[in-house]
C-alpha cells in the first residue's frame, strides 16, 4: 500500500511541476527503504525500482539518483564485497552492479541504462571521477577507468582506459575523445 | 485484447488497426507517438519503451514487431518502415543526450533516425542518432551503428562490418565503416 503510495505520487510529480517537491521527497524516502543497511549519503534519490541483495557493505555517496524505468536497477553485493558509490552519481534504469569484492566508482559519474558493472575476487574495478558510461556498456573485473573518460554504447571493456579516452567495440578499443566524430559510432 | 492493446497505448497519439501490445509497454514524454497497422510489441518480460519528448515525432510503420527490453527514445524524429524487427534489448535514439567533448549536462542537437522498410534489428544492437538504415538492412546483434548503411546490406561485429545477405546485391557498394 505504501509503495503504490510512492508510486502514485512519483508519477504525479513527474507531470505536475507544482509536485515536484513532493516527488523528490518521496524518491528521498524510497533510498532510505531501497538502501536500507548501507552507509547513505545526503539527498540520495531512488526514483524507480532498486533491487538490492546486500551481503557486504555498500557506501552511496550525496546526492546520487537511480533513475526510474521499465526495468528495474540491480545491486548485488556479495559477502565481503564492497561497494563505493561517489557523490553526485547518476544511474539511468536497468543498471546492474554485481559486487563480490570491491568496485569503487567516482564523483559524477554517469550510467546509462542496461549498463552492467561486475568484478570478480581479486579483480577489483575502480571508476575514476566524471566518467560516463553509455548505455548498455559492460565493465568486467579487473578494470580500471581513468577520469573523465567514456565508454561508448555496447561497449564491452575488459582491459584498464587511461584518463580522458574513448572506449569503443567489443572488446572496447581506446581512441582519443577529440578524434570522436559527432556523427560516429559512438554512445 | 486489442482493446486492452489500445488502452495501454492511450498515450500515443494515432494507433493503428489490429495493434497488440502482450505485457508492459512504457509510454513517456509528451511527444507524438504514431503506431501504424498489425503491430506487435511484445513487452511480456521485459516492457517495451516508447518514448518521445514535447515536439518530438516517433513513428513506428505497419506490420513491426518490437520484442521485450526495446527502446524507441525520440527527441525530434524517429522513423521505422512498414514490416521492422527489433529484437530483445535493441534500441533506437536521436540524440546522445550527452557530448563526447566538452560539458557534458548539455544535451547535443539531435539528429532525425529513419529505418526503411524491412530492417531488422538484433538483440542488443544499439542505431544511433542520424543513422539511416535502407530497405531490408540487417543488423547483427550488439552491433552499435549511426550512419547511412545501403539497401540490403548485413552489418555485424562492433566495430561494424559489412555482410552481404541479398546476392543480387553483391556489386552493391558497401558502406564506409570506420575501423
Known amino acids: 500500500m505504501m509503495v503504490a503510495l510512492m508510486e502514485l505520487v512519483d508519477w504525479v510529480g513527474l507531470h505536475v511541476p507544482a509536485l515536484r517537491r513532493a516527488r523528490t521527497a518521496v524518491a528521498m524516502a524510497r533510498s532510505h527503504l531501497a538502501l536500507a543497511g548501507c552507509e547513505v549519503g545526503k539527498r540520495v534519490l531512488v526514483h524507480g525500482t532498486l533491487q538490492l541483495e546486500r551481503h557486504g557493505r555498500v557506501v552511496v555517496g550525496d546526492r546520487c539518483v537511480f533513475v526510474a524505468g521499465p526495468f528495474p536497477t540491480a545491486v548485488h553485493v556479495g559477502r565481503g564485497g564492497t561497494l563505493e558509490v561517489g557523490p553526485r552519481c547518476y544511474f539511468n534504469y536497468g543498471a546492474q552492479l554485481e559486487v563480490h569484492d570491491s568496485v569503487r566508482l567516482g564523483e559524477r559519474c554517469m550510467f546509462g541504462s542496461y549498463v552492467r558493472v561486475t568484478d570478480a575476487p581479486g579483480a577489483p574495478v575502480v571508476v575514476g571521477n566524471d566518467v ?43 581512441m582519443s575523445q577529440q578524434l570522436s566524430s559527432p556523427g560516429g559510432d559512438h554512445g | 485484447m486489442r482493446a486492452l492493446s489500445r488502452l495501454k497505448l492511450w498515450r500515443c497519439a494515432k494507433v493503428g488497426a489490429r495493434v497488440e501490445v ?65 529484437r530483445a534489448f535493441s534500441k533506437v535514439m536521436d540524440n546522445h543526450f550527452h557530448p563526447v567533448v566538452g560539458a557534458r549536462h548539455v544535451r547535443p542537437p539531435s539528429k532525425p533516425v529513419k529505418l526503411e522498410a524491412g530492417v531488422e534489428l538484433g538483440e542488443r544492437a544499439i542505431v544511433l542518432p542520424g543513422a539511416w538504415l535502407e530497405t531490408n538492412v540487417r543488423i547483427g546483434p550488439g552491433v552499435v551503428i549511426g550512419r547511412h548503411v545501403k539497401a540490403g546490406v548485413s552489418l555485424v561485429g562492433s566495430p561494424p562490418h559489412a555482410e552481404l545477405h541479398d546476392a543480387s546485391l553483391r556489386d552493391a557498394s558497401v558502406p564506409e565503416v570506420r575501423p
Not at chain 1, 142 to 152: E, F, K, L, N, R
Not at chain 2, 45 to 68: D, K, N, R, T, Y
Request: charge should be negative; charged fraction near 15%.
Open chain 1, 132 to 174: 560516463w558510461v553509455a548505455h548498455g556498456a559492460v565493465i568486467n573485473a579487473g578494470v580500471t577507468i581513468g577520469d573523465g573518460a567514456v565508454i561508448s554504447a555496447g561497449s564491452v571493456v575488459s582491459q584498464d582506459v587511461p584518463a580522458g579516452m574513448l572506449a569503443m567495440g567489443n572488446p572496447a578499443r581506446l
Open chain 2, 22 to 86: 502482450r505485457g508492459h509497454v512504457y509510454v513517456i514524454g509528451g511527444g507524438l507517438i504514431e503506431v501504424g497497422d498489425d503491430v506487435l510489441l511484445d513487452g511480456h518480460l521485459v516492457p517495451v519503451e516508447l518514448h518521445a519528448e514535447p515536439g518530438a515525432v516517433l513513428v513506428i510503420g505497419h506490420g513491426c514487431v518490437l520484442e521485450g527490453g526495446v527502446s524507441l527514445e525520440a527527441q525530434e524524429r524517429v522513423e521505422l518502415g512498414p514490416g521492422c524487427r527489433l
